[in-house]
Every structure is written in C-alpha cells, then in structure tokens.
C-alpha cells in the first residue's frame, strides 16, 4: 500500500477513477434523499403571522412586510446579538461572513435579511467593521425573537430548544451545553437558526425554522471543506488523526469574530 502518513493511499489514475465512480454512486444517493427531503420541506404546513412585528433598520421602524423589499419570500439569519453585548458572536459571525451579493436570490424572488436583539445601532456599527452588506435590522424591544426561539426566556415565552421544551428537555439529554434540563440561569439565551417566511399579497406566513446542526452548511465553508482531504479539521471527523484538530469548530477555542484572525 502506497500511503504518505495518514493520507489518502496513492494510486493511478485509472484505479482513481474506479474508486470515483463508486463513491458518486453514493453520492447520488444523498442528492436524490435530499431532494426528496426538500420536497418534504416544502410540504410542511405555513402559520400566519398576525402579530406587528416592528423592527428598526437604516431608514427607521419598519415591518415584517417591509423586510421583503417588495419579494415573494424571505430568508432570515437570527444572528445572536443581545442588547448588551460589545460585538455580535463569532460564530454567526462566521455565517455572516460568507453571505455574499445577493443578486441570485434576489431575481429567485426571495430576499435574505439578518436580525438580531441588539439595537440597530450596534448592528450597523458592527457591520461596517466587518465589511458586510447584507441587511441587518433590529428586533429590540419586541417579541419577535421569544416568539421564534431565537432568544429563550421562560419569563416572556415558551421556552422550545431545537424544538423541545422544557419538560421534553428534562425528560431526554437536555440542553446541548449541558445534556441537564433548562434552569432559570438560561434565561436570555440567543440561538442562531434560520427562518424562512412567504408574502401572499399583504399577508406573511412563517414556512420553516432550523437551528443546531440545520444551518451547518451556512458556516465556515463547510461545504467546501467537506470535499477535501483534511476536511473541517476537527476533532470528531474519520479517519481519526488525519489532521490536527483547530479548534475553530462552533464555540471552539480558537473561534474569532472575522476580523480577530490573523494573517
């Protein structure tokens, strides 16, 4: 066996192309699961939304309908920025950093916005540091953040963690950072996640949310990193030992905001 340590082993071209193929048959298992998981996705029922949401961007209040900018759909980052923190976190900080132009959503009828509990002045300074142009508005002093599981506060709403409550919490593994059931120091807990909402003329309806594991993609170039041989280089990926773990995994040690890292 021809290897180079820990790497792939070293064959021809044509030995090459026969381990290909058969992992693009694999491949092709995945992509055609996961189109029928879409299809699935947009099965799901939709819930109207009824309650004024006001939220503040560059040109003042506005609405959940405005959010749209005149689109048929709308995708949402809940990015976690509390009202009292010095910057937003690092790792929705990471997604943020990826979201580029966004002229293919945009002619797909679908807008892209952030929103984060901060007052937006706080966000617009922090966006201008970072160098981002998506727009980001503000749900300060509102529920909408409680009412969509992207902050968790027993006090103000319901407390769903990816989907669980408090008794299911208990009763199961629990919180992820604790694996033990939600206790009153959570409360003000911010949760990234992703929501996705449709405009029938002047209505709007919530159509998905996903958080944990389900906005993976949308961080630190995943999908690009799992084509490689190294990988996201970190501690849990096979094969065991093939590259040093970096820590830069979600809440990892070396996680920065962007523009902390260096070089």
């Given at each position: 066996m021809n290897r180079i340590g820990n790497l792939p082993e070293?064959?021809?071209?044509?030995?090459?192309?026969?381990?290909?193929?058969?992992?693009?048959?694999?491949?092709?298992?995945?992509?055609?699961a996961?189109?029928?998981l879409n299809a699935e996705r947009r099965r799901l029922p939709m819930v109207r939304i009824s309650k004024a949401y006001v939220f503040e961007g560059p040109d003042g209040p506005v609405s959940l309908l405005d959010l749209f900018a005149g689109r048929q759909q709308l995708v949402m980052h809940h990015f976690m920025f509390g009202p009292d923190w010095d910057e937003g976190c690092p790792s929705c900080s990471s997604?943020?950093?990826?979201?580029?132009?966004?002229?293919?959503?945009?002619?797909?009828?679908t807008s892209l916005v952030a929103v984060s509990?901060?007052?937006y002045e706080k966000l617009a300074a922090f966006k201008a540091r970072l160098g981002w142009t998506f727009?980001?508005?503000s749900s300060y002093g509102s529920?909408?953040?409680?009412?969509?599981?992207?902050t968790l506060d027993d006090r103000v709403a319901p407390v769903l963690l990816h989907f669980r409550t408090q008794e299911e919490l208990a009763a199961e593994k629990g919180t992820p950072w604790t694996d033990g059931p939600w206790t009153p120091d959570m409360n003000g807990e911010e949760m990234p996640g992703i929501s996705t909402f449709l405009r029938v003329d002047d209505?709007?309806?919530?159509?998905?949310?996903t958080f944990g594991r389900g906005i993976e993609d949308f961080h630190n170039c995943y999908r690009y990193l799992d084509l490689t041989v190294l990988g996201r280089q970190e501690a849990w990926e096979k094969p065991a030992g093939r590259a040093e773990p970096l820590g830069l995994h979600v809440g990892g040690p070396a996680m920065r905001v962007p523009d902390r890292y260096e070089g």
């Open positions: 070293v064959v021809s071209p044509e030995d090459w192309l026969v381990a290909r193929r058969e992992l693009l048959a694999r491949e092709k298992e995945v992509t055609r996961r189109d029928r997604a943020a950093d990826e979201i580029g132009n966004l002229r293919q959503l945009h002619v797909r009828n509990r901060a007052p727009p980001w508005y529920d909408f953040n409680y009412d969509f599981h992207a209505d709007v309806f919530h159509t998905y949310s």
